[in-house]
């Protein structure tokens, strides 16, 4: 079974987490992703982008380690959903209604319950809504 990677846990893997659980959690998906890959959706990678010139601005690392991190990426097996977004919007927007998540995170949701994946997500309430939806959810 494959696992779908969301921005959280993927900068688990640069930006250490406080909590020792989730970064705990956030090896354990980097060592599934590089055994068997990670599914993601096209807005990962803004989403991660953004994450980073977020993290640069407030000092916690520099352009250098970005790009470090970004060559690191190239090393994991990251496969983009090829599904057109406008095919699968109306699940999205049905998911983000049904759980109360945003059209992003519902995003998340509904790639995993497709392809049949587990997800991999720090965020709590995201979290609830894939169990809810009867998706797994990665524990490390």
Do not use: C
Not at 15 to 40: F, H, M, S, W
Not at 81 to 104: F, I, K, M, N, S
Not at 124 to 131: D, F, I, S
């Amino acid at each position: 079974m494959s696992v779908v990677v969301d921005a959280s846990v993927a900068l688990g893997w640069q930006i250490i987490r406080e909590n020792p659980k989730e970064a705990r959690t956030a090896q354990a998906v980097l060592e599934a992703a590089l055994v068997e890959g990670a599914l993601v959706p096209a807005l990962w990678f803004p989403e991660i982008a953004n994450a980073l010139l977020v993290a640069e601005r407030r000092g916690a690392f520099g352009p250098r380690e970005t790009e470090l991190f970004r060559a690191d990426l190239d090393t994991v097996p990251l496969m983009m959903d090829t599904t057109r977004p406008d095919e699968a919007q109306g699940r999205v927007l049905w998911l983000a209604r049904a759980h109360g998540l945003t059209a992003y995170d519902a995003t998340y949701l509904e790639l995993a319950e497709r392809t049949g994946s587990r997800l991999a997500t720090f965020d709590r309430r995201l979290a609830e809504a894939a169990r809810a939806a009867g998706v797994g959810v990665f524990e490390g």
